[in-house]
Nanobody, 123 residues
Framework: QVRLVESGGGLVEVGGSLSLSCAVS????????MGWFRQAPGKEREFVAC???????WYSDSVKGRFTISRDNALNTVYLQMNSLKPEDTAVYYC?????????????????WGQGTQVTVSS
């Protein structure tokens, strides 16, 4: 059974930082591209960041320079370090997986999803 479990969400002030983790089990983690998406109330789920099996990364323009995605294949975990947080970063953050050779830049790309973790940035 494939499981993606996000953690690390919470409440933070504007300008603060949070680090999200997504622990993966039930698949060959090193063969998967991993992505982070987010969904704010009343909005569609949107792409945030992706890291390929080889470590290449992609970011949305809205988070580029503030967020960093990384992975630890030994721990089957993908991370999202979020700095300089803004109120518009408030959302439920989801991790997603897609088997190589593809990457995950859109919702429909994902093979698997986590259940999400809430991030709230207070102004």
């Amino acid at each position: 059974q494939v499981r993606l479990v996000e953690s690390g969400g919470g409440l933070v002030e504007v300008g603060g930082s949070l680090s999200l983790s997504c622990a993966v089990s039930g698949l060959s983690f090193s063969r998967y591209a991993m992505g982070w998406f987010r969904q704010a109330p009343g909005k569609e789920r949107e792409f945030v960041a992706c890291i390929s099996w080889s470590g290449s990364t992609w970011y949305s323009d809205s988070v580029k320079g503030r967020f960093t995605i990384s992975r630890d294949n030994a721990l089957n975990t993908v991370y999202l370090q979020m700095n300089s947080l803004k109120p518009e970063d408030t959302a439920v953050y989801y991790c997603a997986a897609r088997e190589r050779p593809n990457i995950v830049l859109q919702q429909d790309d994902a093979n698997y999803w986590g259940q999400g973790t809430q991030v709230t940035v207070s102004s």
